[in-house]
């Protein structure tokens, strides 16, 4: 195996002279941050592109202005990594959000002592539930930089992507700290009791108000108040967010939360089929376990034949991820 490209770099990027190697056969095009390079503009190695602005690596500074920049007044608009080069790397600036669920005390489980289940009008939330699911999102607010929002309600939830929306653009990554499963005839994401965010198929007349459905989403998207970007990607860390058949594979079934997400929206999303939990109780260390598999839903394109004539259509790939996740392998940088 030979290596494409063999770069030297001083601070931001610019390529040190005789002491960069690049295989013009095959075409690298990518360099200093992982960044793709844009020679068109003055020569090798001198700019690179960020998706949403141009860096000109000799100056160690971009050409407009960080679309953050009105977010964090006490930063310069221009600067790179914040002149920080030696810990940071540049992020595109595309928003990232955690979301997590709660429900107020009056809906927090508890058991009728003498039925020895959960009372009426309560949810399966606990304090302790509500507290390790915000410090999950804390967590990623820490390390990676979301944005973080605590919802208890389907309305809630996309107040806080439609709120994203205005406020960054496009959205990148989200994930969902919660329950979810089935609610009769309609997967989705528990909070408030009956008021969660639900599959279409959902009785509205026994929700209650603040509920919301994939059909709010997909209005919203059409109205331009929520965009995602093109690799988007939502996590739900969540219980029984996909059916499987009983060899393990995931089925198109109008009860699952994550495919009919995936279906509507075309965003990869990550769920489990089974019961999950953080592997070890009581942490919120970012590892969690499922007693069925998780999965990765994917849209991918594919040629196909009709009538004789070649058509193109976007078909489901999913990929088995295993018993175990961390969340950490799926943050979106």
Request: glycine fraction near 6%; hydrophobic fraction near 30%.
């Given at each position: 195996m030979t290596l494409p490209h063999c770069p030297y770099y001083p601070p931001f990027g610019s390529s040190l002279p005789?002491?960069?190697?690049?295989?013009?056969?095959?075409?690298?095009?990518?360099?200093?941050?992982?960044?793709?390079?844009?020679?068109?503009?003055d020569g090798?190695?001198?700019?690179?592109?960020?998706?949403?602005?141009?860096?000109?690596?000799?100056?160690?500074?971009?050409?407009?202005?960080?679309?953050?920049?009105?977010?964090?007044?006490?930063?310069?608009?221009?600067?790179?990594?914040?002149?920080?080069?030696?810990?940071?790397?540049?992020?595109?600036?595309?928003?990232?959000?955690?979301?997590?669920?709660?429900?107020?005390?009056?809906?927090?489980?508890?058991?009728?002592?003498?039925?020895?289940?959960?009372?009426?009008?309560?949810?399966?939330?606990?304090?302790?539930?509500?507290?390790?699911?915000?410090?999950?999102?804390?967590?990623l607010n820490k390390?990676?930089?979301?944005?973080?929002?605590?919802?208890?309600?389907?309305?809630?939830?996309?107040?806080?992507?439609?709120?994203?929306?205005t406020k960054h653009g496009p959205i990148k990554s989200i994930y969902f700290f919660g329950h979810a499963g089935e609610s009769g005839k309609a997967g989705g994401l528990f909070m408030k009791n009956n008021a969660g965010f639900y599959t279409d198929n959902v009785d509205k007349t026994t929700r209650n108000e603040g509920f919301a459905t994939i059909s709010d989403l997909k209005t919203k998207m059409k109205e331009g108040k929520i965009k995602f970007a093109d690799d988007?990607?939502?996590?739900?860390?969540?219980?029984?967010?996909?059916?499987?058949?009983?060899?393990?594979?995931?089925?198109?079934?109008?009860?699952?939360?994550?495919?009919?997400?995936?279906?509507?929206t075309g965003v990869s999303i990550i769920g489990c089929s089974g019961s999950m939990a953080q592997k070890t109780p009581g942490t919120s260390d970012g590892k969690f376990v499922t007693e069925g598999s998780f999965y990765k839903l994917t849209r991918v394109e594919e040629e196909y034949e009709e009538n004789s004539e070649k058509k193109k259509r976007y078909v489901v790939k999913s990929e088995n991820l295993g018993k175990e996740i961390t969340v950490d392998t799926y943050v979106k940088k």
């Open positions: 005789n002491r960069t190697w690049s295989d013009a056969n095959r075409g690298y095009r990518f360099g200093f941050n992982n960044q793709e390079k844009d020679d068109e503009i090798n190695g001198n700019y690179f592109s960020f998706k949403f602005r141009i860096q000109d690596s000799r100056l160690g500074r971009f050409l407009s202005i960080d679309p953050l920049s009105f977010d964090f007044p006490s930063n310069s608009s221009y600067t790179f990594c914040e002149n920080d080069l030696i810990r940071c790397i540049e992020l595109e600036g595309l928003e990232k959000l955690a979301l997590s669920g709660y429900v107020p005390d009056d809906q927090l489980y508890k058991k009728d002592p003498k039925t020895k289940k959960n009372m009426p009008g309560r949810t399966h939330y606990t304090k302790l539930h509500i507290l390790l699911f915000k410090k999950q999102t804390l967590r390390n990676n930089g979301y944005s973080t929002s605590q919802i208890s309600s389907g309305k809630e939830l996309l107040q806080a992507i439609e709120t994203e929306t988007a990607q939502i996590f739900l860390n969540a219980c029984n967010t996909i059916d499987v058949n009983a060899t393990n594979e995931v089925i198109a079934s109008e009860n699952s939360i994550a495919y009919n997400l995936y279906l509507e």
